[in-house]
């Protein structure tokens, strides 16, 4: 990159990218240019404001995504978040850091993924930064959603009694996707489109994952919605949030789980069970929560109309803390927080 200044890098990745049109129909009054944006506020609603940060040889190397597929992914982890609050996605803010000698051509490819999932969910680019790293890259996203006032999804928000279910699918299709690119060997990563079909839903998993926007507005639009969380880390530790914010225990019933046919075809040919990349493996960014046992059958029927993937899949209880997986002989063991930790 060293015939670009930062200035220049900046206006050879953002520009032409934006439609004026489209941002202000937005609520963008002031875009990218500025020294910060400005966005309408609207009455009655509450802004919801996460971020998440992509690290190359941490979340990705060249072996596994392509430099689109982690433009794509660092948006599709943040719009995940405000998913699980409830929110409607509306603005991010992308900040990179790159090596002096990181090539533009990549750095261009990984804001066509930028942009192509921001559009795909409505999102407008609205700032960021861009600054050198010594080794590798680093994508970090700051996104913002918004709710009506009072309406947020709280994993703290389980009781006693509630049933707990997942909605979306894939389940685990991530962590065994990624199983499968770390073994397929090669120093670029291979397309989606020409990895063996059996395995080519779970490498687009793995690379190009669907937040659950749509699930989590009808929680909040339906009013009896719980607590909630995206699995980003695995059922079994996203799960465990819940149980520690709420003060509850949680027994998840592995009969229950959903098995996706791709999964559980990979794992048998690896001799795994596809259960452990569903509680352990992370990086699915669908939707685990909490309601009323009492309104299971009409949630199950709202998301049926929308097309949305819902299964009961344990209970909340205030006879204990903690976790607790029930196994498909009836038999419950303690289930331990694992799943992906960055510093474990």
Request: hydrophobic share 40%.
């Given at each position: ?319 204990f803390s903690g976790m607790m997986l029930q ?18």
């Open positions: 990159m060293s015939q670009l200044d930062e200035f220049g890098l900046i206006r050879m990745l953002t520009g032409g990218r934006a439609n004026a049109e489209q941002a202000r129909e937005r609520g963008v009054v002031v875009g990218i240019g500025d020294d910060a944006a400005v966005v309408e506020a609207a009455h009655d609603t509450e802004w919801v404001v996460t971020a998440d940060m992509m690290v190359e040889e941490i979340h990705f190397n060249s072996r596994t995504m392509s430099a689109e597929d982690v433009g794509y992914k660092a948006i599709a982890s943040n719009i995940s978040d405000l998913a699980a609050m409830g929110a409607v996605p509306c603005y991010a803010l992308v900040s990179i850091a790159a090596p002096p000698a990181y090539d533009p051509g990549r750095l261009s490819s990984l804001y066509d993924g930028i942009y192509q999932c921001a559009d795909a969910y409505g999102v407008e680019i609205i700032g960021g930064d861009t600054t050198a790293s010594p080794a590798h890259m680093i994508v970090s996203v700051t996104a913002i959603g918004r709710i009506e006032r009072g309406r947020s999804l709280l994993r703290s928000a389980a009781r006693p009694g509630d049933i707990v279910f997942v909605a979306g699918g894939r389940f685990g299709c991530s962590a065994a996707g990624l199983h499968w690119l770390q073994r397929s060997g090669g120093t670029e990563a291979i397309p989606a489109s020409e990895a063996p079909p059996a395995v080519r839903p779970l490498v687009l998993a793995h690379r190009r994952p669907e937040p659950q926007v749509r699930a989590g507005r009808l929680l909040a639009e339906c009013g009896f919605g719980h607590a909630l969380n995206d699995i980003s880390d695995g059922l079994a530790s996203d799960a465990a949030e819940i149980a520690e914010a709420s003060n509850v225990g949680i027994i998840l019933d592995a009969a229950r789980i959903p098995l996706d046919p791709a999964l559980n075809e990979y794992a048998r040919t690896q001799g795994a069970d596809p259960l452990d990349w569903i509680l352990f493996g992370g990086e699915d960014y669908q939707l685990v929560g909490t309601l009323p046992a009492d309104r299971a059958d009409e949630a199950r029927e709202r998301f049926a109309r929308e097309g949305i993937g819902f299964a009961v899949i344990g209970e909340a209880s205030g006879d196994d498909r002989n009836g038999k419950r063991h303690v289930l331990e927080k694992r799943g992906y930790n960055h510093f474990a």
